[in-house]
């Protein structure tokens, strides 16, 4: 069952309040993109982690979608590495797998 995954899902943490968000623009787009939501939501939700991911903007939107997800993946991971808020705990993830 679906359900109590999407609801875990969105239940704010108890550490930093809500999980991370992380923004990936479009077809030649860019991070700015998401200057004017992420900062609405930093309003709203002070706690919130963000990240807009600053690649492939633009024209080089164009690039090889198969190079262009295995690179955002590593940029992804290495923000993740980063930043403790992001990190999903050992026994979040086996809740997580369990309720699917």
Known sequence: MKLPF????LLPTLA???KPVIALH??????SNFDGFLAELAELHPNTTTYSIPM??????NTDLNTQVTEIAKNIDAWV??????KVSERSERALIELN
């Open 81 to 86: 590495a980063a930043h403790d808020e992001a």
């Open 26 to 31: 479009g077809i030649s787009g860019s991070a």
């Open 6 to 9: 999407l609801a875990v899902t």
């Open 56 to 61: 492939y903007e633009k024209e080089a939107s």
């Open 16 to 18: 930093a309040g809500y």
